[in-house]
């Protein structure tokens, strides 16, 4: 079976400041892609972050931006500069080409004033 | 335009009963999904649809869950009947096609209790 694991429930970080939220996950699959997705308290699920398997560069989409490890397997993300409007909970996906999306429990993330 | 449009937002039922929900996707996207996400947890799949045809419904407990899309358009998921353990947030999605190359739109969810 193929998981996703985030090893951090909860996380916060003082507005301005940078964190880093953990994901790792199992697979034998070779071709895929890895998603950060934030869900905002009462708000929908919205994309931030996607990346390729099969690059090696790291993808990066403004103030958000990935380390990923395929040997490792594991895919973080680091947000810069933080501010009030990224606590949301964060959920790390995982899609193996041809099939279906798998998420982890999700992180929550409160940026402090 | 408009996003992934889902109702009701809130439902509460007792055990035993049926329950509905209805997602509308975003115009011209051909996949549709129903996700149940458990509190504290990250979506689960239950069925994907390309146009009107369920291609994926291996997670969906078809004893008492159904879902159908007609027309390939909007889409109804049905719990009869409705289990304490059913408690959870019901999501829609919807992307222009199954590729994960493709942007996936969630829709607000439908908070179910069942007591």
């Known amino acids: 079976a193929q998981t996703v694991t985030q090893s951090q429930p909860e996380m916060s970080v003082q507005e301005a400041e940078t964190v880093t939220l953990s994901c790792t996950y199992d697979t034998s699959e070779s071709n895929y892609y890895l998603f950060w997705y934030k869900q905002p308290p009462s708000r929908q699920m919205i994309l931030v972050i996607r990346?390729?398997?099969?690059?090696?560069q790291n993808a990066t989409e403004n103030r958000f931006s990935v380390n990923f490890q395929k040997a490792a397997k594991s895919f973080s993300l680091k947000i810069s500069d933080s501010q009030l409007g990224d606590t949301a909970m964060y959920f790390c996906a995982f899609f193996p080409y041809g099939q279906n999306f798998v998420f982890g429990p999700g992180t929550r993330l409160s940026v402090l004033p | 335009e408009a996003g992934v449009v889902q109702s009701p937002r809130y439902k509460i039922i007792e055990k035993k009963q049926p329950v509905a929900f209805w997602c509308n996707p975003i115009s011209g996207h051909n996949t549709l999904y129903w996700y149940r996400q458990n509190l504290g947890q990250g979506p689960e799949l239950l069925i994907r649809?390309?146009?009107?045809?369920?291609?994926?419904d291996s997670q969906l407990p078809k004893d008492r869950f159904s879902a159908e899309r007609l027309k390939g358009v909007d889409s109804t998921l049905k719990i009869q009947p409705a289990e304490l353990g059913d408690s959870a947030v019901y999501l829609c999605a919807s992307t222009t096609s199954g590729s994960p190359l493709d942007e996936q739109y969630f829709g607000p969810g439908t908070r179910l209790t069942v007591t």
């Open positions: 649809y390309e146009n009107e045809e369920a291609v994926d």
């Open positions: 990346q390729e398997a099969y690059k090696q």
